[in-house]
């Protein structure tokens, strides 16, 4: 996976200064079709992703064609077989996430505490992998984090890529939404007030997100 140089780690999260809530915009990432991308679309692409596309996160989160079946609350039922016939076979790291949501289901559906946890980051971790990311184990590298903020065990809200300093130092957010520009060395991740955050450790980044990044001197 790509990486980015110690130097511009730095840049991004530096270990003095301020690291305001909005921090400071990408340079060039006001235009389009960039400035257009989703706050997932950044997250998980790099780049605008159609809504509609087969593992976008609005697909695999909220479509009929993803990982639910839903009622006609759209609050989930079961697992859609469907969706993960095609999954298991084209992409067989992201069985052990299936298979972490097969055993919670039922009990994150009774309300279950843990099993609701259980689910909410197999899920994350699933769309992740199914956009090209390499998911690390919970106590790999947290140099490279992918953050969540969602209302629901089974929805999100914002998504945005963490960065953590050289040496072990800050970690501050990348991210954006729809027709906003990408800002870097955010403090803090938006929708503060959401209940619940997920972030995971992820292997590098894409090559759209380090050739973004890297914009910034």
């Keep these: 996976m790509p990486y980015l140089s110690d130097a511009q780690r730095n840049l991004l999260a ?3 200064g301020d690291h305001p809530r909005d921090g ?3 340079p060039t990432s006001d ?3 960039f400035v257009t991308a989703a706050c997932w679309g950044w997250a998980l692409n790099g780049e605008y992703v159609n809504a509609n ?3 976008a996160a609005t697909t695999i989160y909220t479509s009929n064609e993803g990982v639910f079946v839903f009622n006609a609350q759209r609050v989930p039922t079961g697992l859609n077989a469907a969706f993960f016939a095609i ?3 084209i ?3 992201t069985v052990q996430y299936h298979t972490v949501l097969t055993d919670n289901l039922a009990d994150a559906l009774d309300g279950d505490a843990a099993a609701q946890t259980a689910c909410r980051v197999a899920l994350m971790k699933l769309t992740a992998e199914l956009n090209g990311h390499t998911v690390l184990a919970d106590d790999g590298s947290a ?3 992918i953050a969540m903020k969602t209302s629901s065990w089974y929805g999100w809200d914002h998504w945005g890529i963490g960065i953590q300093g050289v040496g072990g130092g800050v970690t501050t957010y990348q991210q954006k939404v729809n027709d906003t520009p990408l800002q870097y060395n955010c403090g ?3 929708d503060e007030h959401q209940p619940l955050e997920t972030i995971i450790r992820i292997d590098g980044l894409l090559q759209n997100q380090v050739t973004m990044l890297n914009r910034v001197v």
């Design 24 to 26: 400071a915009t990408v």
């Design 31 to 33: 235009q389009a079709p």
């Design 143 to 145: 140099v490279y984090t």
């Design 87 to 89: 999954t298991d076979l």
């Design 188 to 190: 803090v991740m938006w």
């Design 14 to 16: 530096p270990a003095y």
């Design 53 to 55: 596309d087969a593992y």
């Design 91 to 93: 992409f067989p790291q």
